[in-house]
């Protein structure tokens, strides 16, 4: 066989939130893909990074009274700490905030330009009259030019998936101040992508023949025709490629662009070059050649898992920019559709916008949702849903009761009968039968047609498990005489979980380094798909999985729920989330909030955190409980002084300590004290403030 040289990758994290399980569905997806190649024997190497630029992030630090550089490193260890808990096996995990990206975005700037590919103008963008800076791309808003959906962002409509400039928008507003955006000039700089086209339009429709002969197309069908929209102007002559504005001016958290001084590069022109320097980082650690990858002539692979949303920057930005700098691009671009959550998008406040952190501190076993994920996935960019009481059956039934039951059922009996000793079996029907599968299989995964290589192991699982009836192993055992058909049956089911084994171990990598342990080998490969063990002795059986319980994936729901409700209403947060959406004025004035008179404040027996308000709102008394005891040692100092609360919170129940009706504001201090607002003379309890 053909020992392959691939580079795979998944889309960059952008530091600025949790993960959850729809970016688990691409890392899944992709370390499905790594592991098999790898079980295969391919040099197969995988590399992401956190995408840790541009304003957002800056602005998030900000609020965080951090520095972009610490924010993105502590975001980056939660990131890395959540995808290695769900077994993502990544060569290297970087960041885009490196060296590498910076020398890398430089170089491929630097030779764009020596290519006559970028080009500088001085463009009016819109700025905020009130907040005085020009509005980044996600910062304005409107209607979308092209399909006039409403309060879409200024870079791309999530509704029809086109990119434009922001100044395109219709009836734009500042989403930082709600003004209406004025266009100031500033110099610019264009990745003339326009003059790319011809290329484009070949590569995108194009394939590359690989080594092992297989005939590789960029990308898949639904892609190449997204992209024929967007690469040929329409008979009005809409639509074709625009060039690229690849700058942004400062403030902004990114690369500086060489020779252009207060000018960075724009975050989505780094970022995509961070895998380059996720890899280069790796090279350099292991020693591998990283011209080998990268060189125009190159005749490694390198493929891209990505989401349906961020087509248009992998399959034309980025093998434009490789192309006329210098490089290879891509052997193939693999987009996959959004995650669902019972048959609804992800939603915060139903408890199904599900963090990776969540699952994994409830106790969820990762394999369950692997499993249940790439039972799901296939080639195609299509949506997939996670039906949690499809989950918990499909789980049970199965990876408990169809799998890891054969070996259960098999193993004690060579222990206490055949001193650990299996019977060689190679002749087993049986066996053939699992064995004769392994290159459709095997072509499945190579194609990510995931569901459908899962469908084909559980039908050899249920035969498997048919001839463990037809053959009643527990009956073998009672009756005089029939010692060498138990060896022989239960010798057959351990060969067979072994092989079975082999076929999941892309998808179960614990389950199978567990089983690996059991059946006393160095590690599950491919080849084990088409082998037999032998005369071999195998270690104790340990349980390899448990099953799911409704009351895990309850908890885990609930779990979800309450993180967000503790997020909008937990007395004076003292950390607030980033900017990424703002409020409307509409939106404040939903919000009822008055001044109340302090009629006593007491400590709350059992609660270090808890002070207890019995407040005057002028109209009615209330109690309210506010997180603020450490701040206030001595509560009885507050009675009499006038606070500033929310008045048309739903009572909220404090665990055991009674109701609260409210929420008193506090300012949160740089230190994590939390200080009242003052508020001054004249004013009345009851009085509306806003
Ligand atoms: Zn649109």
Redesign the pocket.
Known sequence: MTKRKILVTSALPYANGSIHLGHMVEHIQTDIWVRFQKLRGHECHYCCADDTHGTPIMLAAEKQGLTPEALIEKVHAEHLADFTGFHIGYDNYYSTHSPENKQFSEAIYLALKANGKIESRIINQLFDPEKQMFLPDRFVKGE??????QD?YGD???????TYAPTELIKPYSAVSGATPVLKESEHFFFKLGECADFLKEWTAGSTTLADGRVQPHLQPEALNKMKEWLHPDENGEGGLSDWDISRDAPYFGFEIPGAPGKYFYVWLDAPVGYMASFQNLCSRIGIDFNEYFKADSETEMYHFIGKDILYFHALFWPAMLKFSGHRAPTGVFAHGFLTVDGQKMSKSRGTFITARSYLDGGLNPEWMRYYIAAKLNSKIEDIDLNLQDFIARVNSDLVGKYVNIAARAAGFIHKRFDGCLKQVSDSPLLQQLAAHSENIAADYETREYAKALRDIMALADAVNEYVDANKPWELAKQEGADDQLHQVCSELINAFTMLTAYLAPVLPQVAANAARFLNIPAITWAHTQSTLGEHRINKYEHLMQRVEQKQVDDLIEANKQSIQAAETAPAASTYAPVTEQASFDDFMKIDIRVAKVLNCSAVEGSSKLLKFDLDFGFEQRVIFSGIAASYPNPAELNGKMVIAVANFAPRKMAKFGVSEGMILSAATQDGKLRLLDVHEGAQPGDKVG
């Open positions: 979308c030019p092209k399909c006039h959906a879409q791309n409509c999530e509704v029809c998936g086109t």
